[in-house]
């Protein structure tokens, strides 16, 4: 069972790293390194939460929010996929020693949120402009966070983040085709 509350922590994990880029890896590898929640100690990726690591992604974090008007777009899911490999293969690292499979399915996971996240905000910035632009990122700063800092506490919300995650995915992606559709009828 513990096996699969960790496979359920590092998804949910993962998800939180598309959702709030480097921000989410941050507040996991702090939690890692007050051993709340997550404890490392041990392990092959225990490096992840030493005091040493923190602030490396404390300046990757400054330098994502920092250049956020000046970064390609398309960095952002390629982040997303290298941070939710580490906190995916960190959580199977706490409790099996065949912690390697996370490196895949967190790079998947965090790529393919990432992906949602920045559809969600391109449809925000189009509909409120700049102005809405920096709001959102804050809120989906925030709630990447918090939501991280739950599934650690309770693991098998990572699955509950999972199927959100996939609905808003499968809405955006219907709302999308209708809208061709219509545009289609018009000739």
């Not at 982040?79 to 490999?85: E, F, R, S, T």
């Not at 895949?104 to 559809?119: E, K, L, Q």
């Not at 699955?159 to 709302?175: C, E, K, P, Q």
Request: charged share 15%; net charge positive; hydrophobic share 55%.
């Amino acid at each position: 069972m513990d096996d699969l509350f960790a496979i359920f922590q590092g998804l949910g994990l993962a998800l939180c790293c598309g959702l709030g880029g480097p921000l989410a890896a941050l507040a996991v590898a702090v939690l890692a390194h007050v051993h709340a929640g997550i404890d490392l100690r041990g392990t092959d990726l225990q490096w992840f939460g030493r005091s040493w690591f923190i602030p490396v992604l404390a300046v990757l974090t400054a330098a994502w929010y920092l250049l956020a008007k000046r970064r390609p777009p398309a960095i952002e899911a390629p982040v997303a996929a290298a941070l939710g490999a580490i906190v995916f293969a960190a959580s199977l690292a706490e409790e099996t020693s065949t912690w390697w499979p996370g490196l895949i399915a967190g790079a998947v996971a965090g790529y393919w949120s990432a992906s949602v996240t920045a559809g969600i905000r391109e449809g925000a910035l189009r509909r409120g402009g700049d102005d809405v632009g920096g709001g959102i990122a804050l809120l989906l700063s925030a709630a990447a966070v918090a939501l991280a800092a739950a599934t650690i506490f309770c693991p098998p919300l990572g699955l509950v983040l999972l199927v959100v995650f996939a609905y808003v995915a499968a809405t955006r992606g219907r709302r999308a085709s209708e809208k061709h559709a219509g545009l289609r009828s018009l000739r």
